[in-house]
């Protein structure tokens, strides 16, 4: 059988062609498979961050032998997302999902002071305002007595809370991304535990003493909390975190296989 000259180069450039869309289509996809995973990671990140802002130290629970705020126990996720973007994605996502951080942190506190600074509406639900059997002391040392708006019981709460938790997160976050491309250069990509570990414990310490002190100082040097107490909260708070770091371990090393092969990513080829 005698096939044409013609006839074989339009064979192959059909077969070409196709193959070339299909490798356009193919990568469109790998594309928006690493947008989506990038934007679920942020977005986790992200609802952590807000939720520690609402719920902050308005509670202490005790778990074991720590004494901690109820908005610490999801914090620890902050740091599990942001190492994940720097091993999948590189140190700049990651920096750049710090700042992100900071913005909200700023945009809340922005929120509560206008919330604060608003009067209040003339006709309003009655459980606006809180009747106080006795005396109560805010956060901020003030003392109220006889009736409080439930909204400014709240931003007394917070505010503090939120303007530690964003000097600690800014130094603390930013420590744990540095530390980590560090330690990955340092072991040369390899010793997954060692960055994921090391990155998140030292700046968990950072991010600890950062926030007792910003938080409780002023209580400090009031007198209105003795050394012995401020220590014992420093201590649960990072011993919380250390252990939260430790478990992370194994999800940290999952989903990084996972998910470095299901976006086609190496990363020991991945740009800081």
């Known amino acids: 059988m005698i096939v044409e ?3 074989f180069m339009s064979a192959k450039n059909f077969d070409s062609s196709n193959l070339s ?8 996809i790998l594309e928006q498979r690493r947008q989506n995973v990038f934007l679920i990671l942020c977005s986790i990140f992200i609802a952590t961050m807000a939720l520690l802002n609402v719920i902050g130290i308005t509670k202490f629970i005790e778990i074991g032998p720590m004494t901690v705020a109820v908005g610490i126990l999801p914090y620890p996720l902050t740091f599990l997302c942001t190492d994940l973007i720097s091993e999948l994605y590189g ?3 990651a920096n750049f999902l710090v700042l992100v951080g900071v913005f909200i942190n700023v945009f809340v506190l922005i929120v509560l002071f206008l919330g604060e600074i608003i009067p209040s509406a003339k006709v309003a639900p009655p459980w606006q305002t809180l009747n ?4 109560l002391y805010l956060a901020d040392g003030s ?3 006889g009736k409080i708006e439930m909204f400014h019981l709240i931003f007394s709460s917070s505010v503090g809370a939120i ?11 930013f420590v744990d991304v540095q530390l980590f491309h560090y330690l990955k250069k340092l072991t ?9 570990n090391g990155s998140t414990m030292v700046s968990q310490l950072v991010d600890s003493v950062a926030v007792i002190g910003v938080t409780f100082g002023a209580a400090y040097y009031r007198g209105d909390i003795t050394w012995a107490a401020l220590l ?3 201590w649960s708070n990072y011993l919380f975190k250390f252990i939260a770091a430790a478990l992370d371990t194994l999800p940290f090393y999952y989903l990084t296989r996972k998910l470095s092969k299901y976006l086609q990513i190496d990363t020991l080829k991945i740009e800081d």
Do not use: C
């Not at 303007?163 to 976050?173: G, K, N, R």
């Open 5 to 7: 000259l013609s006839d």
């Open 21 to 28: 869309k299909s490798h356009e289509i193919a990568v469109e």
């Open 91 to 93: 140190r700049k996502k």
């Open 132 to 135: 106080l059997a006795e005396p």
């Open 143 to 145: 003392k109220v007595q």
């Open 163 to 173: 303007f530690a938790s964003m000097v600690a997160y800014l130094t603390a976050q």
């Open 188 to 196: 040369k990509g390899k010793h997954l535990w060692i960055r994921n």
């Open 232 to 234: 014992a909260l420093f």
